[in-house]
């Protein structure tokens, strides 16, 4: 299973979500998202990658290649992640975490 893929699985494998049908148009800025039976919708808030595994360069370079925005990076997890914050929190109502790929990790909020 390719990367892309791998995020759709993860993003829907959150509990009482459905993956996205045909006709539902929501896709922000080509980044996958998911809508929800009672209309919630998740989206990525923030990109972790390993610290042993990845640069602060390298990084950016995956998540720009992938659609994602490469702006400041932050230590995060007790400084064992890089951070690369793709939303502001304050928009979720709630936030899970799901794993896209070895090193890589995501914070999903569902509006």
């Known amino acids: 299973m390719n990367l892309e ?3 759709e699985h ?3 494998g959150l509990a009482r979500y ?8 929501l896709r922000k ?6 809508k929800g039976p009672r209309g919630g919708v998740t989206e990525v808030q923030s990109l972790l990658f390993g610290i042993r595994s990845w640069t602060v360069a390298k990084a950016k370079a995956w998540a720009k290649g992938h659609g994602y925005k490469a702006g400041k990076a ?4 007790m400084g064992n992640y890089i951070r690369l914050r ?9 936030m899970r975490m799901v ?6 990790k995501a914070i999903v909020g569902i509006r």
């Open 29 to 34: 800025r080509g980044k996958p998202q998911v």
């Open 10 to 12: 993860a993003l829907a």
């Open 5 to 7: 893929a791998r995020i």
């Open 74 to 77: 932050e230590e995060a997890g």
């Open 86 to 94: 793709q939303a502001d929190p304050s928009r979720f109502r709630r």
């Open 18 to 25: 459905r993956t996205r049908q045909p006709g539902d148009n």
């Open 99 to 104: 794993v896209f790929a070895p090193g890589i």
